[in-house]
Nanobody, 124 residues
Framework: VQLQASGGGLVQAGGSLRLSCAAS????????MAWFRQAPGKEREFVAA???????????DYADSVKGRFTISRDNGKNMVYLQMNSLKFEDTAVYYC???????????????WGQGTQVTVSS
């Protein structure tokens, strides 16, 4: 699987953005997918993840800082994963990365496949 993230940009506080991550590969549906972010001078941190739990069921998990504001979703038919970001705050400013793992997880070390990152800047 290879990943290509897009959709970042400049938005005012309180606004919304939707990030997209396009994945190549025929086994995309079996991969746990996640979004991480990295602000200047800070470590990369978990934002949201979704992983297959059997049948057509996917589990979603979120960092406390984004719960209720961000939503992760996926379209296996299009090999896409999305991050809908609402009520954006200045502190959401970061480079956002999508990542893939057959085992899923919420730590940087759980993921070996990374997209190139897309910049999100929230003006206060």
């Amino acid at each position: 699987v290879q990943l290509q993230a897009s959709g970042g940009g400049l938005v005012q506080a309180g606004g919304s953005l939707r990030l997209s991550c396009a994945a190549s590969g025929r086994t995309f549906s079996k991969y746990g997918m996640a979004w991480f972010r990295q602000a200047p001078g800070k470590e990369r941190e978990f934002v949201a993840a979704t992983r297959w739990t059997g049948g057509s069921t996917y589990y979603a998990d979120y960092a406390d800082s984004v719960k209720g504001r961000f939503t992760i979703s996926r379209d296996n038919g299009k090999n896409m994963v999305y991050l809908q970001m609402n009520s954006l705050k200045f502190e959401d400013t970061a480079v956002y990365y999508c990542a893939a793992s057959l085992t899923g997880g919420k730590y940087v070390g759980d993921f070996r496949i990374w997209g190139q990152g897309t910049q999100v800047t929230v003006s206060s």
